[in-house]
Structure formats: structure tokens, C-alpha cells
């Protein structure tokens, strides 16, 4: 099992093999397409994260002490950018979640590429898989 740290050294090294960012969002949108897809029954209002332009759905099963993420969205380059983060996330405890630093997404650039609304949106992806995490830690101790 990959610490969040590997897989983020992991996806900096993809993104730096593609020469622009023409390609980078081309793999971000292949990226969503292999995102593990929440089930129908679980796109509610309540598990749509707020601040996102477009719609972004993000379901948490807690099993074995690890968090285990689906999601979708409406958007192909939102559905990349959820894909990524349940990517780093998904299947690590609540501890390394909350823990986690998320530099890579600076160091691959993502940020300073994407329009303010999907950056605000991106913060608040990231924003909501930690706050699974917290509500998940309390039922850890």
C-alpha cells in the first residue's frame, strides 16, 4: 500500500512527462474516466461539495480503518481533478488524510492553470475528503 506521499511523488512525475498543458488536461480527463464512480443512490444533495462550479458528488465508506472515496461530476475536467485527489486520498486512514500536505497539486502546476472557480472548487474538494477524514478519526480513538 502506497503512502499518500508516494502516490503524490507518483503523480508529479506523470504530470512532468507531458511537454504542455494541453496534454496535461487531456490526461486529466482520461484520469476521470477511471475514477471509481459513486453509486447513483449516493448523488444527493447532501454529498454535492459546495464551492465547486460544476457538480461534484463525493461518497466515503469507512472500512478496516481506512476511508475508501467514490465521486462523479458533471464536468470532464472536474471529474480529472476529483480523480486525482480520491487517487492521493482514498484507501489511507484518517490520520495520513488529515496529515497530508497537498504540495503536489503546486508542483505540478494544476492550480495556476485552472480558472478561479475551478481552483476555489479545487480547494474545496480537498477541503471536504479531509473533512470525511476528521469525521472518521472519531471513530478511530
Known amino acids: ?23 496535461r488536461y487531456q490526461y486529466m480527463i482520461d484520469l ?17 461539495i459546495k464551492g465547486c462550479q460544476s457538480k461534484v458528488w463525493v461518497h466515503a465508506e469507512f472500512n478496516d480503518n481506512k476511508i475508501e472515496f467514490t465521486a462523479d461530476s458533471d464536468a470532464i475536467i472536474t471529474k480529472g481533478i476529483i480523480a486525482i485527489l480520491i487517487r492521493v486520498f482514498s484507501n489511507q486512514s484518517p490520520k495520513a488524510i488529515m496529515e497530508a500536505n497537498t504540495d503536489f497539486i503546486d508542483e505540478i ?22 473533512m470525511y477524514a476528521i469525521a472518521y478519526q472519531t471513530q478511530v480513538n
Open 1 to 23: 500500500m502506497q503512502s499518500i506521499q508516494e502516490i503524490q511523488e507518483d503523480i508529479i512525475d506523470e504530470f512532468s512527462m507531458f511537454e504542455d498543458w494541453e496534454e
Open 32 to 48: 476521470g474516466k477511471t475514477l471509481p464512480l459513486i453509486d447513483e443512490q449516493f448523488k444527493t444533495e447532501d454529498n454535492i
Open 109 to 130: 502546476g494544476l492550480k495556476e492553470h485552472l480558472s478561479p472557480t475551478r481552483a476555489n472548487g479545487l480547494v474545496s474538494m480537498i477541503k471536504q475528503l479531509k
